[in-house]
C-alpha cells in the first residue's frame, strides 16, 4: 500500500506541456492557502472588534457623564415604599338636570286708540276748562267758549276763529264714519318699532292733534309718551292721516281739537 499518492491534480493536468512561469499556474497553487490566510484574518479582525467595547467598560460603580469625565455613583439600599392604600373618593351627586330655558314669545299687538273726547253734544260749551285725566297726573288745558258776540265777522254773515274748539255743533268725520273709523284705520297703519320690541318697551301714549279746517290734520302733540321710539311712531301714524270731512259751527268749517290715547303692548 502507497502511502503517497502520486495522482497528478488537476492543475497539473490542465498546465501539462504548457507555460507554468506565466503566473496563472502559481495563482492557482497558491489559492488554497491565500483563502486560509484571508478566512483567519477576517476572524481575527471580527473578535478584535466585538471585544475592544468590552475592554474599554468602565467600572460598574462609575457612568460615563459627558466627554472622558466619570462621576462616582454610590449605590444605597433604600428601604421600601410604605404601602399606600389608595381611598377612593366618595362618589360625585348626580348632577340635577337643568330645565329647557323657556323661550319667550313676544308678540305684536297693535295699538289700541282710546278716545277721550267728550260725545258731541248740540248745546254751546260753557266751562272755563277741561281738565283731561292721564294716569295718575292730571294736566289742565284751557277751554274756549262762544256766544254771539264773540266771533268777528267776515264776508256775508259769517264768523272765523283761529283759535280750535273741542266740540262743534257738527263734529269732523273720518271717511264717512266717526272717531271709531279712525280708530281702526290707525291700527292697521302703526308699526312697533323693533329696537322697541327688543328692549321691551311698552305702555300708553296721549297724544292731541287738530283737525283743521279744511280737513288736513295738524298740531300731533304727544302729552304723555313713553319712549322717543314709540312716541315718534305714533306721531307718524296720526300725522299720516287722509283729510277729514272737518267739523261745522254755525254751518262754517272750523279747527276742532282731538285727543287720543294709544296702548303699545308686547
Known amino acids: 500500500m502507497?502511502?503517497?499518492?502520486?495522482?497528478?491534480?488537476?492543475?497539473?493536468?490542465?498546465?501539462a506541456g504548457r507555460n507554468r512561469?506565466?503566473?496563472?499556474?502559481?495563482?492557482?497553487?497558491?489559492?488554497?492557502?491565500?483563502?486560509?490566510?484571508?478566512?483567519?484574518?477576517?476572524i481575527l479582525i471580527a473578535c478584535i472588534v466585538v471585544l475592544i467595547p468590552f475592554l474599554h467598560k468602565p467600572p460598574k460603580d462609575k457612568i460615563l457623564a459627558g466627554g472622558s469625565r466619570y462621576v462616582s455613583v454610590m449605590m444605597d439600599r433604600l428601604d421600601a415604599p410604605a404601602d399606600q392604600i389608595y381611598v377612593p373618593p366618595p362618589p360625585a351627586a348626580p348632577a340635577r338636570p337643568v330645565p329647557k330655558a323657556v323661550q319667550e314669545i313676544v308678540r305684536y299687538v297693535a295699538p289700541e286708540v282710546i278716545d277721550t273726547i267728550i260725545p258731541s253734544v248740540q248745546t254751546?260749551?260753557?266751562?272755563?276748562?277741561?281738565?283731561v285725566q292721564s294716569g295718575e297726573n292730571t294736566e289742565e288745558y284751557e277751554g274756549f267758549g262762544f256766544g254771539d258776540d264773540i266771533f268777528d265777522g267776515y264776508g256775508t254773515g259769517g264768523f272765523y276763529t283761529d283759535e280750535p274748539f273741542f266740540l262743534v255743533e257738527v263734529m269732523p268725520s273720518f271717511?264717512?264714519?266717526?272717531?271709531?273709523?279712525?280708530?281702526?284705520?290707525v291700527q292697521k297703519r302703526t308699526n312697533y318699532p323693533q329696537e322697541a320690541l327688543e328692549k321691551k318697551i311698552q305702555g300708553r301714549i296721549?297724544?292731541?292733534?287738530?283737525?283743521?279746517?279744511?280737513?288736513?290734520?295738524?298740531?300731533?302733540?304727544?302729552?304723555?309718551?313713553?319712549?322717543?321710539?314709540?312716541?315718534?311712531?305714533?306721531?307718524?301714524?296720526?300725522?299720516?292721516?287722509?283729510k277729514w270731512?272737518?267739523?261745522?259751527?254755525?254751518?262754517?268749517?272750523v279747527r276742532v281739537r282731538y285727543s287720543l290715547w294709544l296702548s303699545f303692548v308686547i
Not at 124 to 131: A, G, K, Q, R
Not at 213 to 238: F, M
Not at 245 to 253: M, S, V
Open 124 to 131: 254751546p260749551v260753557s266751562t272755563d276748562e277741561l281738565i
Open 175 to 185: 271717511r264717512g264714519g266717526d272717531i271709531n273709523r279712525f280708530r281702526e284705520w
Open 2 to 15: 502507497a502511502f503517497f499518492d502520486d495522482t497528478p491534480g488537476f492543475d497539473e493536468i490542465v498546465f
Open 206 to 242: 296721549f297724544l292731541t292733534f287738530i283737525v283743521e279746517a279744511d280737513g288736513g290734520v295738524s298740531n300731533v302733540t304727544v302729552v304723555k309718551g313713553i319712549d322717543p321710539l314709540i312716541d315718534d311712531e305714533a306721531v307718524r301714524a296720526i300725522a299720516a292721516s287722509p
Open 245 to 253: 270731512t272737518p267739523g261745522l259751527q254755525r254751518g262754517q268749517p
Open 21 to 42: 512561469e506565466y503566473g496563472a499556474y502559481k495563482i492557482r497553487k497558491r489559492y488554497f492557502s491565500a483563502l486560509l490566510t484571508g478566512l483567519i484574518s477576517a
